[in-house]
């Protein structure tokens, strides 16, 4: 069974940086797309950054210049970099990563989640 495990969450203050971690664990043949979204409260879960296997980017405007994707595939990990904060970018993350399992089965699973508050 595949699993995305989150990490790096927790409290900034406006202008800090923090970095999130998503492993994902199980019998994979091939992770293909990695993503971050993001829930805040009251709101709509809404896509922040994605990265494709072959690294290719895209950025949610809103974080655009502040936040940088990452992904190791040596270690089945995606980053994400947060860099100058702002207290609107306060809300749950959750990652998202597509791909096969062992058979060729597809695969579209989403971590638990990580909270990022920023505030003074």
């Known amino acids: 069974q595949v699993q995305l495990v989150e990490s790096g969450g927790g409290l900034v203050q406006p202008g800090g940086s923090l970095r999130l971690s998503c492993k994902v664990t199980g019998i994979i043949s091939a992770i293909n797309t990695m993503a971050w979204y993001r829930q805040a409260p009251g709101k709509q879960r809404a896509l922040v950054a994605t990265?494709?296997?072959?690294?290719?980017?895209n950025y949610a405007d809103s974080v655009k210049g502040r936040f940088t994707i990452s992904r190791d595939n040596a270690r089945n990990t995606a980053y994400l970099q947060m860099d100058n904060l702002k207290p609107e970018d306060t809300a749950v993350y959750y990652c998202?990563?597509?791909?096969?399992?062992?058979?060729?089965?597809?695969?579209?699973?989403w971590g638990q989640g990580t909270q990022v508050t920023v505030s003074s």
């Open positions: 998202n990563a597509a791909g096969t399992g062992l058979w060729n089965e597809p695969f579209d699973s």
């Open positions: 990265i494709t296997k072959g690294t290719n980017t």
